[in-house]
């Protein structure tokens, strides 16, 4: 893996990544790109044949609004679709990292973005509840309006049992949006494993 945040805004990968397929260096490896990567098909062929199997992507969300939030306006949902298209023609695993529980947000519009990324049948899809940072203007901009919880981060923790989470402790109060009814719990895990596992075979790709 090479650590980067966004290895593709390096300068100097496209000459790195020559190199290692002129030296025969046949590591495997994965990345992490910005969604910029989309007009980009020159560096993700370098990619392939340099030996990346996975790009991971921070798309977060497929709201506007809720990227502004969190100011990623590079991010364009509109070019999502592209991404796996362009990652699938060159063989690479395109992996979609997704943020949940933002404040804008209602379980409706988790939903809605969980139909999105269905359509889109990335091979890859994982799964965050926001946790404002301490430092960040968004922890700031929390504690100013009464939303932080629990100060102490060391707390904010998942116990496993067999690999399933059964335990968390929340930082922050999310406050109810567009919600009459009283809160059910949303069972992200289990609907998303039913939405991307119906039938459908998302990696490897089909056979042309």
């Known amino acids: 893996m090479f650590t980067p945040d966004n290895f593709n805004k390096i300068p100097g990968v496209r000459v790195l990544l020559r190199r290692m397929i002129a030296e ?4 495997p490896f994965f990345v992490q790109c910005d969604t910029q990567i989309s007009k980009e098909e020159e560096l993700v062929a370098l990619l392939a044949e340099a030996g990346c199997f ?7 969300s497929f709201n506007s609004e809720v990227l ?3 100011h990623k306006m590079h991010n364009k949902p509109a070019m999502y679709a592209a991404i796996v298209e362009l990652c699938t023609r060159y063989g690479i695993i395109a992996h979609f990292s ?3 529980g933002f404040p804008q947000q209602s379980e409706n ?6 139909k999105t990324l269905v359509d889109l049948g990335p091979p890859i899809a994982s799964f965050y509840l926001l946790t404002p940072i301490p430092g960040t203007r968004q922890y700031a901009q929390f504690l100013r309006d009464g939303l932080i919880t629990e100060p102490n981060m060391d707390r904010v923790l998942y ?5 399933v989470p059964i335990k968390t402790s929340l930082c922050w109060h999310v406050p109810p949006r567009s919600m009459p009814q009283p809160r ?3 069972r992200l895990p289990t609907l998303l494993l039913h939405r ?4 459908r075979q998302l990696w490897p790709p089909p056979a042309a």
């Open 24 to 27: 025969g260096i046949t590591m």
């Open 54 to 60: 996975e790009i991971f992507l921070g798309v977060e």
């Open 68 to 70: 502004r939030s969190v």
């Open 98 to 100: 997704n943020i949940v």
């Open 109 to 114: 519009d988790i939903r809605e973005h969980l």
């Open 159 to 163: 116990w496993f049992k067999k690999g």
């Open 184 to 186: 059910k719990p949303l």
């Open 196 to 199: 991307l596992s119906a039938g």
